[in-house]
């Protein structure tokens, strides 16, 4: 999973947020549905819905951890090293002006 860019994962972890809100919608629609199997069907899906939950507040959380651990190591490094950050972005900044002039 380490190859999925961060928008990939923003976008997944919104689409896997709109299914558990939909799941939801549905067993609250389904709720007046009568006999035991629908009721333990019901509170199995829900207890695993809210597991999911978890699990994706947990994803989350991680993500921002990574990120901002990330953010503070470009910080040092350009702190430790301004000369070399500086020639680093001029070059990409060259690189990409090339590109743009291109088209």
Do not use: F
């Amino acid at each position: 999973m380490s190859t999925i860019t961060a928008l990939q994962k923003e976008k997944l972890m919104s689409d896997l947020q709109v299914v558990i809100g939909d799941a939801e919608a549905l067993l609250r629609m389904t709720s007046d549905e009568v006999g035991e199997g629908a009721a333990d069907l019901r509170g199995r899906i829900m207890d695993r819905l809210h597991q999911a939950k978890t699990e994706l507040a947990h994803l989350q959380q991680m993500a921002v951890a990574k990120v901002k651990e990330a953010g503070h190591a470009t910080d040092e490094y350009v702190h430790e090293n301004p000369w070399k950050s500086i020639g680093i972005a001029a070059g990409a900044g060259l690189v990409i002006g090339l590109l743009i002039g291109r088209r």
